[in-house]
């Protein structure tokens, strides 16, 4: 087969865009959260795990520590306890412990709002980081890459396969051949089609909105 024009990529991209978006709208953040700090924290909290569990911990650990200069003063014991029902809870509360504390302690209580500063914080990647601007603040600075988006991006092969194992690596791939209006509602939407229809193992491609579009879908 002839190797796809980056045109034709961008415009296969941009269609899988349109159809997702007139497909699903606008969604909301899987994750609950009121303030930015306690979506800084949540994302944390969500990677490895999904995010219906850890809905299920938040109302109690932010109960209990609802501010940054709370949290800073938790203890590992009691704030792991809480978490305890996730996957990697042990890291991850000295993660939330941390955050919380260089965020009293560098920026005066306040989750910065750019890049470089957020992804300086103890446990904060540049996905996470992408998800606090953009759900946070409405800065879209990027794409948070997440495994259901690597997956698609991937399928679609939108992302060269040598990249598949490095979701940042993935996420410059699509903010090249994406226009920046796209990039607001990639995750979200792309993460309900990985729910719903592409999933890892039994993707339903026959009832996929861009199985025409797909160079991996399986239809018949």
């Known amino acids: 087969m002839p190797r796809e024009t980056n045109a034709a990529k961008r415009e296969r991209a941009i269609e899988t865009c349109r159809r997702l978006n007139e497909r699903y709208g606008p969604v909301e953040c899987f994750l609950d959260h009121e303030t ?23 109302p109690e650990l932010f109960r209990r520590w609802p501010t940054p200069e709370q949290m800073a ?3 590992y014991e009691e704030l792991s306890d809480v978490i305890k029902s996730l996957g990697f809870y042990k890291t991850k509360a000295k993660h939330c412990i941390a955050c919380a504390q260089m965020i009293v302690a560098d920026y005066g209580g306040v989750v910065p709002n750019e890049m470089k500063e957020l992804v300086k914080l103890p446990g904060v990647g540049r996905k996470t980081a992408n998800i606090v601007l953009n759900v946070g603040y409405g800065i879209v600075d990027g794409i948070a890459v997440d495994t259901h988006v690597n997956r698609i991006a991937h399928r679609l092969k939108l992302s060269p396969k040598t990249h598949e194992k490095e979701p940042l690596k993935t ?45 991996s879908a399986k239809l018949g």
Not at 36 to 58: C, E, G, H, M, W
Not at 187 to 211: S, V, Y
Request: charged letters at 25%; one cysteine or more.
């Open 73 to 75: 003063g938790a203890t």
């Open 171 to 215: 996420e410059q791939d699509l903010l090249k051949i994406l226009p920046r209006e796209y990039w607001n509602d990639v995750n979200h939407q792309w993460i309900m089609l990985g729910r719903e229809i592409c999933d890892a193992r039994k993707p339903l491609c026959g009832e996929c909105p861009l199985a025409d579009i797909c160079p």
């Open 36 to 58: 930015p700090f306690r979506l800084v924290i949540a994302v944390l909290l969500s990677a490895q795990t999904t995010d219906a569990q850890v809905n299920k911990v938040t």
